[in-house]
């Protein structure tokens, strides 16, 4: 028997468009004699659409498609995910249509961190074993579910995840929808990686972040190649088809370019996925930027070919204080420094958007993951953008993925001066990461160390939880090595950074509400998370600084 996998692009919301491509990969299906033809989950219309969901036209739209694909079965077997819509009544399902008669089965609702299944879908336990042709005994499944049969057909639409590949396993037809289907803040990438397992052999695996078509023999003993699962490739993906599917994939990209790692990262990735053509770099000096800082975006605007411009934006602050104060009796130099950081970082947001908006493009975040979750930024100022690329990355994951970039482009894009020379349990940098908006200016995170926390902090760990691991010493040995290297083995020291950044993270939780959606490489990210500005931890904080004397 013969099946043909589509690992398909399903473009959410645009059921007509994926439906007339389905029909398409069904005739190619036809005409390579293949027995049966199986589609992702939620083919038709894309799976993230949020409250889409809720609105009855739609669904009955999209319901309407079912009869269409259905009448294509006359002499191949079609599998399919879609919506089932009857009588205000939604159902999450997997077809399997041959010869115009179909089996359903209906998805149990999960709660995902990206989604919650049952604000939009009732659950139904419909299942019945399929026999199909050769007595092979098929099963209708989602996900990694595995029943008792022949073999499992599996339908899904699975996000990548940069720390948990997935596995399937026994006698299954998994197939995986791929491309980028976005709800709220969250700009999930599907990662394809369709694939046939049988008598514990891989007989097909797909290629992950691409579309694919795969005519598998069932009864075949070759066996297949594993294919990698790389961050820059999905990246790629996410960058491309937000670009395409948002803005029609016309668009100028504006980046600010500082000098710095995060957004030479981001200049970079641009480049890489959309083309030099399209991306644009300004550097927008204020007085406290080093000759060096300016150099590296000079350098790094050349090396990618891009169009470049550079300038200061000393004249537009002092403009922007003197409006203050003759306009309206207030004078900077009488309030805190952070007053007139956040006056420059503004200016920079403003001129940003101005060349966007005179180029008929679009500005680019370049905050990584840190910043967003202690909300080191200015709003307004380098908070803005359509899109963050690295908004689901931390600093320490930045450095790998900088060396990717420069080995791809096979010369330094990226300055290498920004990276961290780690030695032993030192940490020597060259330039370390920096604002520059007031003088010899340093970023406070502790680089590595807060990376840990921000990773895993209410994920996969509590505080109650850390900071009983802290006190019995059975943190992993990995961040244990961060801890003494900023002397945070005192008690005393060590609740005095955890309480600033718990703290400065609650404070600013308001910012990460009007952050721009960012490219998600983790289930469980900041984007899909419900904000609390409450300091819940304190308690547990005070209790710990009264043992040890803070």
């Known amino acids: 028997m013969k099946a043909a996998l589509v690992t398909m692009n399903v473009k959410a919301g645009q059921c007509a468009e994926n439906v007339q491509y389905m029909k398409q990969q069904i005739k190619r299906a036809k005409e390579d004699g293949a027995d049966l033809i199986v589609f992702p989950q939620n083919a038709v219309s894309g799976y993230l659409l949020g409250d889409v969901w809720l609105d009855e036209d739609f669904c009955r739209y999209a319901d309407s498609f079912n009869d269409e694909l259905i ?5 191949i077997a079609i599998v399919l995910g879609n919506i089932r819509y009857r009588n205000r009544r939604r159902f999450n399902a997997a077809f399997f249509a041959y010869q115009k008669k179909t089996h359903m089965r209906v998805k149990q609702n999960e709660l995902l961190p990206y989604i919650q299944d049952a604000l939009y879908f009732e659950e139904n336990p419909i299942n019945s074993a399929i026999e199909y042709k050769e007595d092979m005994v098929f099963a209708l499944n989602f996900g990694d ?37 976005n709800m709220d803040h969250s700009v999930m990438l599907m990662e394809g990686g369709s694939c046939v397992l049988r008598n514990g052999k891989c007989l097909y695996q797909a290629p992950y972040f691409q579309e694919d078509y795969a005519l598998v023999d069932l009864a075949s003993q070759k066996e297949d190649k594993a294919k990698p699962r790389s961050l820059l490739a999905a990246l790629t993906m996410g960058i491309q088809q937000f670009d395409a599917q948002v803005f029609a ?19 970079a990735l641009l480049v890489y996925a959309l083309g030099k053509q399209r991306v644009y770099g300004y550097n927008l000096a204020t007085r406290h930027n080093r000759d060096i800082t300016k150099s590296n975006a000079r350098q790094e ?19 922007t204080e003197t409006t203050l104060l003759q ?38 975040n370049n905050a ?4 967003v979750a202690l909300g080191y930024c200015t709003l307004y100022g380098d908070s803005i953008g359509a899109l963050s690329l690295i908004g689901d990355l931390t600093k320490v994951q930045l450095f790998a993925l900088s060396k990717e970039l420069n080995d791809v482009f096979a010369k330094e894009v990226v300055p290498h001066a920004l990276l961290p020379d780690v030695q032993g349990d030192a940490i020597t940098w060259e330039m370390p990461p920096s604002a520059e908006l007031k003088e010899d200016q340093l970023d406070p995170m502790k680089w590595f160390y807060h990376d840990y926390l921000v990773e895993h902090l209410g994920k996969d760990m509590s505080v109650s939880q850390y900071l009983k691991r802290y006190e019995d010493r059975t943190l992993d040995e990995e961040v244990w090595r961060w801890i003494c290297y900023y002397g945070l083995d005192d008690p005393k020291a060590f609740i005095e950074d955890l309480e600033w950044f718990l703290t400065t993270k609650e404070r600013n939780a308001f910012k990460g509400l009007q952050l721009p959606p960012a490219i998600c490489v983790h289930h469980d990210n900041f984007t899909n998370r419900k904000l609390s500005q409450m300091h819940k931890d304190q308690n547990l904080l005070a209790a710990f600084k009264q043992k040890y004397g803070g």
């Open 249 to 267: 994939g016309k668009l100028p990209w504006i980046v600010g370019m500082s000098g710095g790692l995060d957004s030479s990262v981001t200049a």
């Open 71 to 75: 009448r294509e079965s006359e002499d």
């Open 327 to 364: 306009e309206y009796g207030y004078d900077v130099k009488q309030y805190p420094i952070l007053v007139k950081e956040n006056l420059q970082a503004r200016a920079r947001g403003y001129l940003l958007n101005s060349f966007a908006g005179m180029l008929g493009g679009v500005v680019v």
């Open 301 to 319: 605007a050349q090396a990618l070919g891009i169009a470049y411009r550079e300038g200061a934006i000393e004249a537009l602050v002092e403009a």
């Open 145 to 181: 579910e595995i029943q008792l049969a022949d073999m499992n057909i599996n339908l899904d639409a699975r996000p990548y995840d940069m720390q948990k590949a997935y596995h399937p396993h026994g006698n299954v037809i998994y197939v995986n929808a791929c491309g980028m289907q």
């Open 368 to 371: 990584n993951k840190v910043e």
